[in-house]
């Protein structure tokens, strides 16, 4: 049942008088619980209480963590069809994306119970003791990694449960042995309340103590802030906008003690697609690109917002058969108010710049929060020459830049700012030629990928997502897979320890 | 030969009109050369350079850059008795010392030439594609480490040659394949030019891009502020003082794109030594603590400035003995005049205040830049009372802490801020009382030393040199050995490539 109310540990709380509803988006109105903001006295209380407990919870064993997070993963199907339509009522989602991120978010948890069940995952490294070793003995160090504290996520919008309350973030930070407090995304309240009763559930199951989970709510940025600018936070993760993740970063590290802020942000993604490509399948690839562009409404941090390609005799073809299979996808509804307000913003923007051309968008009226979507085209001179251009359009939008030689197209691709993906749609023949274009992306993006999409990011250990800033405020660690883990770590060095007082996994 | 001059890239460069001059703190005068501040043109020159290369140099072979790391150790050896001369001189630290520091930078030089000759180090991973796995097939994903750019490495004061030109900062970067840029510290710009000079000859004897190194000089702080807020640096090394690892902190992270910045800064050591310990060989602690504590005129940042103890019968004797033994070794050089005033203010700050008291120091006149070791003591009580009581005083001194029981020893061990280095000293029958003793300190430190000193760090694999700030900026990553590569490198995924486009390594 939903109450409006944060979770401060076990415990339901609603202190203050604060509130917001969250929003209907297909129906355009307001769902009837009033949500309680938290006040800074409950943001306080929950880092105190999460502060208290990271002693003790950065102690329990592996295999009792794993055990939390596979509890976790069954209490959310507990939940059933009351979370999946939560799920679609607040994020105007249909009940497919529901279940299908249902099923993502509790393969993140079992995976990361898999993961921290096993030590591997810590580096453990032994160096023993070289007692006559001249001109000094060498000491015995063995090394490890040990969690950092308490960690505050921000859910993310546009994934109200894979990176949300029990998403990514959390699950990693948790098998990491941190202690989690999230700050609930404004517009997924109920979502985000349903989903931390069910963490609540598995700690309160699997003995975990009260505290390592508390679950805030808050429309503004005060309590974020205050979470962000407690001293007894020691990191944050975040998925969201470039301005929201940039503003954390800098509250972060305005700190007295700076710590880091893990923020996925913002990505146009571009994809390469050669005249050759263009030449032997605009059909196809048209195709393929209108299902991505249109996928979620646009709504995903790799939506390819961007496509490169040099002129050649198809383009003009492959560019109007583009416009005109995005636009006969179905207009969907998107996630809320401040989305489609953003998305026809900053489409009305982009195609207003020098040069820009709207090839197709969905023509008539839609319902409030359903995205028309839109292909653009651009030159390449144009492109270099204006840096709105290249804005960020979240929704189901493409502009795709026409460059006179490859030349340019490695000009656009330099000067670029970081990426979480890069695409290249290429033939076999052409591979040999193509060893400069792999170069210039791998200097601006996380994750290549050849001949295929860049939506849809596979959970496994060889995924990186994340990329130079703004993609992320930290390229050297992900949102995705095993090593998303190391983002809430420290190493720590035992030198000539007893072995009674070595963790158990060093006493070898 | 000392010119004076600036390298950028291979080329010697004075464009400047500013000079300054090294010090010879033993004899407390000037050397002869005048040294030329690097200009904003020659700082850009650099960089322009540095980021002009690094298209080549990432994709240098692990081979080839350990050639060249194997050819600066070459090199830096073939200087001989020039470049100790020049250490001593400049630093007034002793032949044996530059000759041990020498041994040590070229011990890691080839430890990251060993690394990066062979790809273990990339982390790589492949996850291969499952075309019939359902509901979607799995795409083929390859994960490893690529450079991030060029670096900027501040050198430090107290490590002329292992944390300086060819230090392990720039050691490191190198083997990741990221260009250096040296901003070489004013008291020891001589031995900089030198190993500059070695660094240069490597590079073109491996036939390495003009551009992979400079060293720029500089007094103040224009120089390093240039640098830091180049668009095309992409990361930074530093080793020194709070205020100085932090300003270059604050820089980055205002950028446009912020930079990460790698300070290694202040740590004040806490030991903890149990009265039991104390009662059973107080003399031989007192003795290996007087060398710890005075070994390169206390000027490491592993240097134990903060003794803690639970008040026992024999306290009093310890301290006195401690102090008597510490003040019997002969007083010595320190780095710089600078360094000098530093420990002489500080020395007298932390002694100043309420319930410090001076148990000994070295009485009389010394030479100017020599210091006088100083033990001072304190209870518990007003040592938590007042934070100036906790402030680092760089150089042979140390504060000996009387708490009256062993909670007031967590207390004070739980408010002070990260270190690097803790260290334990106990009896083995106590062993199994110091569990608190062992998870307090895991809290606030990289390291812990058991019945040993934390001066001397190991160059291997499971060492950690970096804590909590303000011991590091970021405690997810270290200084020393072969992990301290992960500072300059990022992970980038191949999804669903041709076998020829990816990098070798990847190509199974």
Redesign the interface.
């Known amino acids: 049942m939903i109450t409006g109310k944060n979770y401060i540990g076990n415990k339901l709380s609603a202190k203050g008088s604060v509130t917001h509803h969250t929003i209907n988006p297909k129906l355009n109105i307001e769902t009837p619980t009033p949500f309680f903001e938290a006040t800074i006295d409950e943001v306080n209380e929950a880092v105190d209480l999460a502060w208290g407990v990271f002693?003790e919870y950065r102690?329990v064993s592996g295999t009792r963590r794993a055990e939390f997070l596979n509890a976790i993963a069954d209490e959310i199907l507990a939940l059933d069809q009351e979370l999946i339509d939560a799920y679609t009522t607040e994020s105007g989602l249909p009940e497919g994306r529901a279940i299908g991120e249902r099923g993502r978010t509790v393969f993140q948890l079992r995976s990361f119970a898999d993961l921290v069940a096993k030590e591997d995952w810590r580096e453990n490294?032994?160096?023993e003791a070289i007692p006559d070793r001249q001109p000094?003995p060498?000491?015995d160090?063995?090394?490890t990694l040990?969690p950092?504290?308490p960690v505050v996520v921000f859910a993310a919008s546009n994934f109200p449960l894979a990176f949300s309350t029990a998403g990514g973030d959390t699950a990693s930070a948790l098998a990491a042995g941190c202690p989690v407090i999230v700050k609930a995304h404004a517009m997924h309240s109920g979502t985000a309340e349903l989903v931390a009763s069910a963490i609540i559930k598995a700690a309160e199951k699997t003995g975990m103590p009260n505290g390592v989970f508390s679950n805030l709510m808050g429309r503004g940025r005060t309590v974020g802030t205050a979470l962000v600018e407690h001293p007894k936070v020691k990191a944050v993760g975040f998925t969201g906008s470039i301005a929201g993740g940039r503003a954390l970063?800098?509250l972060a590290?305005?700190r007295e003690?700076?710590i880091?802020v893990f923020a996925e942000m913002g990505s146009i993604n571009p994809v390469v697609i050669t005249s050759k490509a263009i030449s032997n399948r605009s059909a196809e690839i048209a195709k393929t690109y209108a299902g991505s562009i249109t996928l979620g409404t646009g709504q995903f941090c790799t939506n390819p917002g961007l496509i490169l390609t040099v002129e050649g005799p198809k383009t003009q073809e492959f560019v109007n058969d583009l416009a005109e299979k995005t636009v006969a996808i179905e207009a969907q509804c998107m996630l809320h108010p401040n989305i489609k307000k953003g998305f026809v913003e900053n489409g009305a923007s982009v195609t207003s710049q020098a040069g820009v051309e709207v090839v197709g968008t969905i023509q008539g009226e839609l319902d409030a929060n359903y995205a028309a979507s839109l292909i653009a085209t651009v030159s390449g001179a144009d492109f270099l020459a204006n840096p709105k251009t290249s804005q960020e359009v979240f929704g189901p939008f493409s502009l795709v830049v026409r460059c006179k030689d490859e030349a340019e197209l490695l000009e656009v691709i330099n000067n670029l700012?970081?990426q979480l993906t890069g695409t290249i749609i290429a033939e076999?023949e052409e591979?040999?030629n193509?060893?400069d274009l792999?170069?210039a992306l791998?200097?601006r993006?996380?994750?290549?990928?050849?001949?295929?999409v860049p939506t849809?990011v596979?959970v496994?250990?060889?995924?990186?997502h994340?990329g130079?800033?703004?993609a992320s405020?930290?390229?050297?660690f992900?949102a995705v897979g095993a090593?998303s883990i190391?983002r809430w770590?420290?190493?720590?060095?035992?030198?000539?320890?007893?072995k009674?007082?070595l963790p158990e996994a060093l006493r070898k």
């Open positions: 002693k102690k490294t032994i160096d000094l060498k000491e160090l063995r090394r040990i950092l504290g970063f800098d590290s305005q003690e700076p880091p700012e970081g076999e591979y040999g193509l060893h792999v170069d791998e200097n993006v996380g994750r290549i990928i050849f001949n295929g849809g596979e496994c250990p060889a995924m990186q994340g130079p800033y703004p405020t930290d390229s050297r992900g090593n190391k770590v420290r190493p720590i060095s035992y030198q000539s320890f007893p009674e007082l």
